[in-house]
Every structure is written in structure tokens, then in C-alpha cells.
């Protein structure tokens, strides 16, 4: 089981806005970086580490860190953003292991 | 633009053992430590482990302790990742990912992934 917990499934209407949340204790001390993965692809980074979006990545994407719960935000829903997406954090033992969340599938009616 | 190219898929038998490489190119090799993450089909994300460009020095999950071998060739700007003792549960796809401070620790770049099959 992972150290980061996340719903394994969210749905979203087309055009709205929902949040995938991401619980866990490394998240008290470092800030979650948020991964998009979609079937046979890699993963893409959406969100870093400083709570930044890279070059590329639409604005639709935010990111929050509150306590040991982390979010990400996606405004407007598109069809394209039908994904699975995952929370990841460095641990809090240190020595830059890292720990990924469960995942979340997002679908997009 | 950093990359990473990932070796070719690969089909092992049980207790075999499999070794993916990694080649970085747009971005000094030295800069970043590269990590490992597979994917079991169907399942999340897991880390393997790190390994340091510059020195060799390597950590990876307690999980893979004694069976997991990471080692770089910095004068071809290649990582390798070598998994022993292989069983039918590792079978995966293997990514490496480029871990960059500048952003937050984040995994910024990843390579294409290498599948790896264990079957008899």
C-alpha cells in the first residue's frame, strides 16, 4: 500500500472543475508534485515540486498543500484530460527517496 | 530539451536477470540524479531507486534490496538498471525520470518506458 492515499476514481462533467486530493504524512514536510498519465504513455509532470506548472502544461491545472493533504485542481474539464493521475512527494525519511500515491482515474462525462 | 531514451522491450524467464538502459541527451548528464519507477499492468506507480550521475552513489526501495543493481556511464551519459531473480511479478514497465531541485525535486522528464515480460 502507498504512503500517499488518493481516491482511486473521480468523475467530472465536461466543462467543470474538480479536485484530486492526496493525504500522507512525507506532505507535512515537502510540497506534492502531480503526475497525468494516459493509457501506453509515460508519465508528465503537471505540476512541480514548487507548486509551478511546467512549460506546456494548460493553465486549467493548479495545485494546493495544506497540512498532509495536497490537491490538484482542474477548471473547466476537457475531454482531454480524461487521465490517471498521480500525487508523489519526496519522503520524510529523507535521502531523496520518494513515494507516489495509489493514483486516481479521472473520467470526464 | 532534456530526453531520455530507454532500451527496447525485453522477455526473460523466471530467475533470469534483465538489465534497461537509459541514454540523457539536451541537459548536462552531471546535474541530476536519475530514478526508477516501474509499472506493473494495471497497477500504480512504484520507485526503484536513484542513482547520483557523479559519484555512482545509489539508494534504492527496501523492496528491491539485493536484487537491484543501478550504475551509470557518465562518458555516454547512460544510466543502467539491472533487476535479478526476476518472477512473474516483475513484470512491468521500467521508466527512468530525471529528478531536477530546480523544480521542487520533481521527476521532469522521463524516458519512453521499457517493458519488461517474465514468463516461462
Known amino acids: 500500500s502507498s504512503e500517499l492515499t488518493q481516491d482511486p476514481a473521480v468523475s467530472v462533467a465536461l466543462g467543470q472543475t474538480v479536485r484530486i486530493t492526496c493525504q500522507g504524512d512525507?506532505?507535512?514536510?515537502?510540497?506534492a508534485s502531480w503526475y497525468q498519465q494516459k493509457p501506453g504513455q509515460a508519465p508528465i509532470l503537471v505540476i512541480n515540486?514548487?507548486?509551478n506548472r511546467p512549460s506546456g502544461i494548460s493553465d486549467r491545472f493548479s495545485g494546493s498543500n495544506s497540512g498532509n493533504t495536497a490537491s490538484l485542481a482542474i477548471t473547466g474539464a476537457q475531454a482531454e484530460d480524461e487521465a490517471d493521475y498521480y500525487c508523489?512527494?519526496?519522503?520524510?525519511?529523507?535521502?531523496?527517496?520518494?513515494?507516489f500515491g495509489g493514483g486516481t482515474r479521472l473520467t470526464v462525462l | 530539451q532534456a530526453q531520455l531514451v530507454q532500451s527496447g522491450a525485453e522477455v526473460k524467464k523466471p530467475g533470469a536477470s534483465v538489465k534497461v538502459s537509459c541514454k540523457a541527451s539536451g541537459y548536462t548528464f552531471s546535474d541530476h540524479f536519475l530514478h526508477w519507477v516501474r509499472q506493473a499492468p494495471g497497477q500504480g506507480l512504484e520507485w526503484m531507486g536513484w542513482i547520483n550521475p557523479v559519484s555512482g552513489d545509489t539508494k534504492n526501495a527496501q523492496k528491491f534490496q539485493g536484487r537491484i543493481s543501478l550504475t551509470r556511464d557518465a562518458s555516454i551519459s547512460t544510466v543502467y538498471m539491472e533487476l535479478s531473480s526476476l518472477t512473474s511479478d516483475d513484470t512491468a514497465v521500467y521508466y527512468c525520470?530525471?529528478?531536477?531541485?530546480?523544480?521542487?525535486?520533481?521527476?521532469?522528464?522521463w524516458g519512453q518506458g521499457t517493458p519488461v515480460t517474465v514468463s516461462s
Open positions: 515540486g514548487k507548486n
Open positions: 525520470a530525471r529528478y531536477n531541485g530546480y523544480v521542487g525535486y520533481s521527476m521532469d522528464s
Open positions: 508523489y512527494s519526496r519522503h520524510s525519511s529523507g535521502d531523496h527517496v520518494v513515494v
Open positions: 512525507s506532505l507535512r514536510t515537502y510540497d
